[in-house]
């Protein structure tokens, strides 16, 4: 496994403040029902920064207005948490050309951790990895209280899987550690 020249949090900072995304990623098309995703192109060590949620951030009432205008195919991409006591949300539904708006929503078995970073007094969703992760991968992360068509939970033994479902089940995972609407703040 190769050593990180620089520590995961100064990494995301780096990538944050420059406005671009981290090389050692890229975007494959999956199908016409999951559209596109994030694979891995170099190998990624359990704790490193992988990369941005970006988009506009706007406040909950802001928000609650985009989400009784938007078309349900905008609505995907709107990611509420909560920062210094205000509850927030970055809508990433603008094609931007960055990489993090596209990575998929499970509920279990992720391969990435959202944490609220503070940089310069504002907050940004960052994704690290939250296992080891091999080239060809796809970049997965809890999205949080969402209902899209192709998540639900089945269990086989102690093994939970995802598998396409015409009714989703938010939040029916037992061992969550993470409050979905709003991810913890890095500390």
């Known amino acids: 496994m190769r050593r990180r020249l620089i520590p995961p949090r100064e990494d995301a900072v780096c990538h944050v403040s420059a406005g ?3 090389l050692g990623l890229d975007i494959h098309y999956i199908n016409a029902f999951k559209g596109r995703g994030i694979f891995t192109t170099v190998p990624f060590q359990k704790g490193d920064f992988l990369l941005e949620y970006r988009g506009k951030l706007i406040t909950k009432e802001e928000c609650e207005r985009r989400h009784r205008v938007y078309h349900d195919s905008l609505k995907v991409f709107m990611f509420e948490f909560k920062f210094d006591g205000k509850l927030w949300c970055v809508d990433a539904s603008q094609e931007d050309g960055s990489l993090g708006r596209l990575g998929l929503m499970w509920l279990s078995l992720t391969s990435a951790k959202m944490k609220i970073l503070n940089i310069n007094g504002k907050p940004h969703l960052c994704l690290f990895a939250s296992r080891d992760i091999s080239p060809g991968e796809e970049i997965d992360y809890n999205y949080g209280d969402s209902d899209w068509l192709w998540r639900c939970k089945t269990e086989t ?3 939970q899987k995802t598998v396409s479902c015409l009714k989703p089940q938010p939040n029916s995972f037992p061992n969550n550690d ?3 609407k709003h991810p913890e703040p890095e500390r």
């Open 20 to 22: 671009r995304d981290k």
């Open 157 to 159: 033994s102690q093994i």
């Open 178 to 180: 993470l409050d979905l």
